[in-house]
């Protein structure tokens, strides 16, 4: 029987300011990954976000980035891998801390934006990241694509890793991410979204932006909260999932 997780990232609201549809989220998924301060969020928001996450039995995982909430830490900065790991050291600490509070266990990291995607091909980074993560806790999880610096990086430092693909963005042939200042870079129709979900998950195949083939491997399925469709593509790829008996769970849980 095939299984899969379905990941959002989440927490993204700041102060005053309202991003994403957290509350109607989180009862569709089975990981979130939530802000951690520097790109979005703040404390308050993290809090609450953790225990919404517990009420509907969500796996919670730290989702740091750059010290840039102006650009959403989607801009790439030029930060040593020292400095990289102490920004996160202190944002999945702090997190960490809540999860201690209300009592769940933090359940993995996944990098967010400019420095999910420079981490990626990295590998100085990469290790960086990985160290931080078998600092804090050897059994914490990375989420990240496959084939990439972060994969190579996590078996070295001996760091469960979960392959993680996109519903809503396009790819390249290469495997990674087509960027998203290029034109179809998003994935907008749900019906294409879906079928290639399916498929990522039974084949380990999804269409590239240039008409080939990419091998993936999707232990997560992650749909961005932020989207404009994330609630429909979030419903209607849990409802097909379902469908195709393929069992959603957060991963490496057994329940």
Not at 67 to 90: I, K
Request: hydrophobic share 45%; glycine share 10%.
């Amino acid at each position: 029987m095939y299984s899969v997780d379905l990941n959002c990232d989440l927490g993204e609201s700041f102060g005053a300011y309202r991003m994403g549809m957290d509350e109607a989220m989180i009862p569709l998924i089975t990981s979130a990954n939530v802000a951690c301060g520097f790109h979005a969020g703040d404390p308050a928001v993290m809090h609450r976000t953790v225990r919404l996450c517990c009420q509907y039995n969500v796996a919670v995982g730290a989702h740091p980035g750059y010290p840039d909430l102006v650009g959403f830490g989607r801009r790439a900065m030029n930060v040593s891998p020292e400095q990289v790991a102490d920004d996160l050291l202190y944002q999945i600490g702090a997190l960490k801390v809540f999860c201690d509070l209300e009592g769940t266990l933090l359940h993995h990291v996944k990098l967010h934006g400019a420095l999910y995607n420079q981490a990626a091909k990295e590998p100085a980074l990469a290790s960086a990241v990985c160290q931080v993560i078998r600092a804090v806790d050897p059994g914490l999880k990375l989420m990240a694509q496959g084939g990439t610096a972060m994969q190579a990086a996590a078996v070295h430092e001996g760091i469960p890793f979960i392959c993680e693909v996109f519903a809503d963005r396009a790819y390249q042939s290469n495997g990674l991410l087509v960027p998203r200042g290029m034109e179809g870079a998003m994935i907008t129709d749900e019906s294409l979204a879906v079928s290639r979900v399916i498929r990522m998950i039974r084949d380990h195949k999804v269409q590239a932006l240039d008409g080939t083939d990419t091998t993936v491997q999707a232990d997560s399925v992650c749909v961005h909260g932020d989207g404009e469709k994330a609630l429909l593509f979030a419903r209607k790829i849990r409802e097909a999932l379902l469908a195709e008996n393929i069992r959603v769970h957060a991963w490496g849980n057994t329940d």
